[in-house]
């Protein structure tokens, strides 16, 4: 049985929107420019929501489909918020041949929430992540970028026992 997938309410404001648009115009008739766009959105808003990707594309005359494909591929994007407890599970090779791969289906089972989503309160994030740099102490993974290594599915309750308080 497939998971719904989760979303969390976007809340744009005015403000952003205004930066937003400034954005688009610096780069109007830039050849290439979509990559500094999306880069800068980001900063903006902290992802990339459909919401945002919409304007982009009215504003750029660019496909909707287009941005997406960019925004979906690079792995700098993020297409969802962070949660107040974000969450990123380490997948890269060493992590994932000594059990990342057990270890992020855990958290995905106890938040009931499906990696690469955020829960609909905006608390918990779960994001798969490629390699991070730590693999003397994989399997690894991160919560608000605190570094927690050498792991193993059963420590899973007791990493989100230390957030749930």
Do not use: H, W
């Amino acid at each position: 049985m497939k998971k719904k997938l989760t979303t969390v309410e976007f809340r744009g404001t005015a403000e952003q929107e205004a930066k937003l648009i400034a954005v688009i115009e610096k780069y109007a008739g830039v050849k290439g420019a979509m990559m500094p766009i999306l880069q800068e959105a980001q900063e903006i808003y902290g992802y990339l929501p459909i919401e945002v990707q919409r304007i982009i594309a009215d504003k750029t005359g660019t496909p909707m489909e287009e941005i997406y494909g960019i925004a979906s591929f690079y792995a700098q994007f993020k297409l969802n918020p962070n949660g107040e407890v974000a969450i990123a599970v380490c997948l890269g090779t060493a992590c994932y041949v000594k059990g990342s791969g057990d270890i992020i289906d855990e958290f995905s089972k106890l938040l009931d929430l499906p990696v690469g989503s955020t829960s609909p309160d905006g608390k918990y994030s779960l994001e798969a992540t490629r390699c991070i740099g730590a693999c003397g102490l994989a399997p690894v993974l991160t919560v608000n970028g605190e570094v927690y290594g050498r792991l193993t599915k059963a420590d899973v309750p007791g990493i989100l026992a230390k957030y749930q308080a």
